[in-house]
């Protein structure tokens, strides 16, 4: 893509952009990387060229993502990879430790191909559980020990009581477009110092 700025999105129906309320009609305006693209563009303003892939694959975990981490984020050549995943392995009753282990492997396949890696705490359900906290307080204690780039979706995305904000989701797990702006707006306060650190 020339010397355009590459952003791979990684991760499970949630980056995909799945809608309960339209799941077989996607609105392609909807998805977080969608939005997120624009607004780079925007906060780039001409500057560089930006291009944010959605590689979300609806209900996928993070072994998924492992497996398909060479052909979805490594073919692209990204300067950063947004790493968000983990609540299906915790919905098939997954211990949060193997699957903190698994997102660590994704951060190093980034830095193995030279492309920072993002990592994204899991966002609260209508229900968030015990193991959710504890796999969001791994993420967080792993980013800040390695040094890897965070971006706390959590906070961002829940209620008083560390459930869903109603006004983000139609299901209780899923997000309306309201919420996916709001995801894209987080994640780009971490993805834009990047594109413009690399501006030339």
């Known amino acids: 893509m020339g010397d355009g700025f590459v952003v791979v999105a990684l991760g499970d129906s949630l980056t995909f952009g799945y809608r309960m309320r339209d799941p077989y009609a996607l609105d392609t305006r909807v998805p977080y990387p969608v939005q997120l693209e624009a607004m780079l563009r925007e906060r780039l303003n001409g500057r560089k060229q930006a291009f944010v892939i959605n590689a979300g694959v609806n209900g996928d975990g993070t072994d998924g993502m492992l497996w398909r981490f060479n052909r979805a984020a490594a073919s692209e050549k990204p300067e950063a990879v947004v790493i968000w995943g983990g609540i299906n392995d915790l919905g098939a009753a997954r211990d949060p430790d ?103």
């Open 98 to 200: 193997q699957v903190m282990a698994n997102l660590a492997k994704l951060y190093e396949a980034c830095r193995g191909i030279s492309s920072t890696p993002i990592a994204c705490t899991l966002a609260p359900t209508r229900h968030t559980s015990r193991a959710m906290r504890h796999l969001n307080d791994m993420i967080r204690a792993h980013a800040e020990e390695k040094g890897v780039t965070l971006v706390d979706l959590f906070p961002a995305l829940a209620d008083p009581e560390g459930n869903l904000r109603q006004e983000y989701s139609d299901d209780g797990a899923h997000l309306t477009p309201a919420g996916y702006r709001r995801v894209a707006e987080v994640v780009l306060e971490a993805v834009a110092p990047i594109a413009e650190k690399m501006e030339p």
